[in-house]
């Protein structure tokens, strides 16, 4: 659920999400418990044969026997996870105990070698107080908008589009996840992202306070005392870039005008085809091109029935032959009722 809070993609790992927010497993809980309770048992008075003391003993007992199913047995392991005794149990109070064990499970979870994203995350974003307990950012607590707290988490998390991040899930080489919005011919990574790639040049420049220091790090600009400034310029630079990249990738689905205007395209390169196929040096009417470029010429390609050009012809057709037979017939009455006359009057 943690995760939910900025919308992290399923793969970033849990270790990240519970450090980000200061947040200790739900392991530690358990553990805490079981020190507690093991402290209990041996702080009960031996005067009396205790039920719940024999129980101990005897688990202790199966346990230095060698038998691994105990409950002792399994109590010992569970405290070995953390590099903890349990014949040696740290003691103090509720809160000491629980440091201790939230020291030594970020002990045991950020040092040695990790993987890559808890390995760039260490480097560039995990902060330890003096006490070793992780520093919980700003942007959760400064009151952003969830579109804002989204942006600056999931950066943080390694949760972003770049290609850094999205040639792994394709098996991309590191070296061949090129930035394809700049002729740098440089991995788009976080830093090329941020510093390095030109075509965020005029947002860096809006947003000039984040760079004014000599020596500009990740670290130091993503933890810049004002979150808000750093998210908006998170989103615009992501804004631009996803423009940028719909315009040269067409990674994007279709839509129905796109549909369209491709077949218009067709349409008409196929009418010029049909008629002007052996003409192609003498320049089409201006009507014409007209003609193509409008949208009714676009309605008139995508209807399966007849052109309506052509049904108008019909219908205009047989309006103007109907007109027309009366006058014919007229016309015939006329001349045989003159040839009619004629022939009287000759005879
Ligand atoms: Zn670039």
């Given at each position: 659920m943690l995760s939910r809070m900025i919308?992290?993609?399923?793969?970033?790992?849990h270790q990240i999400i519970l450090t980000e927010f200061a947040v200790p497993p739900i392991q530690l809980s358990a553990i805490f418990q079981l020190i507690l309770y093991i402290q209990r048992v041996m702080l009960l008075s031996t005067d009396e044969q205790r039920y719940i003391q024999m129980a101990l003993a005897s688990s202790r007992h199966l346990y230095d026997q060698?038998?691994?199913?105990s409950w002792f047995s399994q109590a010992s392991q569970l405290l070995d996870t953390l590099g903890i005794s349990i014949t040696d149990l740290p003691s103090g109070t509720h809160e000491y105990i629980r440091r201790f064990l939230y020291r030594g499970y970020l002990r045991r979870t950020w040092q040695g070698q990790l993987e890559v994203k808890p390995d760039y995350y260490r480097t560039h974003f995990l902060e330890l107080d003096t006490a070793g307990l992780p520093v919980l950012p700003h942007y959760p607590t400064s009151g952003l908008s969830h579109g804002l707290r989204f942006l600056l988490g999931q950066f943080r998390v390694s949760s972003h589009q770049l290609a850094i991040e999205t040639g792994r899930f394709q098996c991309t080489p590191r070296e061949e996840?090129?930035?394809?919005?700049?002729?740098?011919?440089?991995?788009?990574?976080e830093e090329h992202f941020l510093?390095?790639?030109?075509?965020y040049y005029e947002i860096r420049g809006r947003y000039h306070c984040l760079f004014r220091q000599t020596h500009v790090t990740l670290r130091s600009l993503i933890s810049y005392e004002d979150p808000r400034c750093v998210a908006l310029m998170l989103r615009e630079m992501s804004l631009l870039r996803q423009d940028l990249c719909q315009a040269v990738q067409h990674t994007y689905p279709v839509t129905q005008s796109q549909i369209t205007s491709f077949f218009s395209r067709r349409r008409s390169r196929s009418d010029v085809d049909m008629t002007d196929s052996d003409c192609d040096d003498i320049p089409r009417p201006r009507t014409q091109r007209r003609r193509t470029t409008q949208p009714q010429a676009t309605m008139r390609v995508t209807r399966?029935?007849?052109?309506p050009r052509q049904r108008h012809t019909t219908y205009a057709h047989t309006h103007r032959r109907r007109q027309h037979v009366p006058a014919l017939t007229d016309v015939t009455a006329r001349i045989t009722s003159f040839y009619s006359i004629s022939t009287a009057l000759t005879s």
């Open positions: 919308w992290a993609k399923p793969s970033v790992p060698g038998h691994r199913l996840r090129i930035c394809q919005l700049c002729s740098l011919a440089m991995v788009e990574s510093f390095t790639c030109p075509v399966p029935t007849r052109p």
